[in-house]
């Protein structure tokens, strides 16, 4: 069964979240942002109707300095 387009995205934010979470604990700020953003972009890679959001997360997310700028990121995604 293929996931809609919201459905994808919404997934690709929880999973965003929770690689975010996972550095947060085991390393720094820096990695969880790092990681946080490169799950999301490889996991926007996985849906055709996503796919052309990539780049745009990758650079958005070259800006994010603290957590609070992380989840106005991930929330911005429009599912």
């Not at 990681?35 to 997310?61: C, F, P, W, Y």
Request: proline share 0%; aromatic share 8%; charged share 30%.
């Amino acid at each position: 069964m293929s996931l809609t387009r919201a459905e994808h995205v919404k997934w690709c934010k929880q999973r965003a979240r929770e690689e975010f979470k996972y550095y947060l604990v085991h390393e720094n700020i820096e990695a969880a942002i790092r990681n946080g953003i490169a799950s999301m972009a490889s996991d926007l890679r996985k849906h055709k109707d996503t796919e052309n959001l990539v780049q745009t997360a990758i650079l958005v997310g070259m800006t994010i300095k603290d957590v609070n700028s992380f989840n106005k990121f991930v929330d911005g995604f429009a599912e």
